[in-house]
């Protein structure tokens, strides 16, 4: 999905201290995944970093506990919105109150596209939204969509706080919903802080083998 700045110029060098983030795309017998993860280029996160990525986390939680049956896609934005607007609210980077700040939109500055999409035989599936009624199309046992909150905070807007300059995250999983409420089919990637950290101080090619027997 175009976002309306770049963070991460093509072939910059990736530095002490900066976050990088992979929103890689796979396919396994035609069918397409989409997932992204955000990780420190040195392995530590640091304190600024760290609480941002907590926002991002827990919208995405927060959408991922939402993904049920009869539910549609605009209520997990919704519940998105909501926790991204006030985690802007508490790194004082909005002010005022959160019912003033989501009727306005000003998350968007900082949270420039959806929450998810349609997941299938391609990346972004080309099923409707809307039914005929232009209605959201609610979600019902079988259908597969992506959940990835992000924040990203452009180094050139001078209105930041300065730590947070720079600052980009994204999450994002691949959610089945079932007849009782939703599977996370990209779950076993490490996904909480500590997780992460763990994950970079491994040799890749543990980390790839796990990866593999968690599938036999
Ligand atoms: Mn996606």
């Not at 996160?45 to 927060?62: D, H, M, N, R, S």
């Not at 909501?82 to 939109?105: A, F």
């Not at 001078?158 to 995250?169: D, M, R, T, V």
């Amino acid at each position: 999905m175009p976002i309306s700045f770049t963070i991460l110029k093509i072939n910059q060098q990736l530095n002490d201290g900066d976050l990088l983030l992979i929103d890689a795309g796979s396919q396994l017998n035609n069918y397409a995944t989409d997932i992204t993860r955000t990780f420190p280029v040195n392995g530590k996160f640091t304190g600024i970093q760290k609480e941002v990525y907590e926002i991002v986390l827990e919208a995405q939680k927060t959408a991922i506990s939402h993904s049920w049956p009869e539910r549609t896609s605009p209520e997990l934005h919704k519940s998105t919105c909501n926790v991204l607007t006030q985690g802007l609210i508490d790194l004082k980077v909005l002010v005022g109150s959160l019912e003033e700040n989501l009727e306005k939109g000003t998350f968007r500055k900082y949270f420039p596209h959806g929450t998810g999409h349609w997941l299938g035989l391609d990346v972004h599936d080309q099923n409707p939204y809307l039914d005929e009624n232009d209605d959201p199309i609610k979600f019902e046992p079988g259908v597969i969509f992506t959940i990835e909150p992000g924040l990203y905070f452009p180094a050139e807007d001078a209105s930041l706080p300065e730590e947070l300059k720079g600052i980009g995250i994204r999450i994002e999983d691949n959610i089945l919903i079932t007849e009782n409420g939703h599977e996370n089919l990209s779950a076993m990637i490490p996904k909480e802080i500590k997780e992460i950290e763990e994950a970079c101080e491994k040799d890749y090619r543990d980390f790839i083998l796990n990866l593999f027997l968690f599938f036999q």
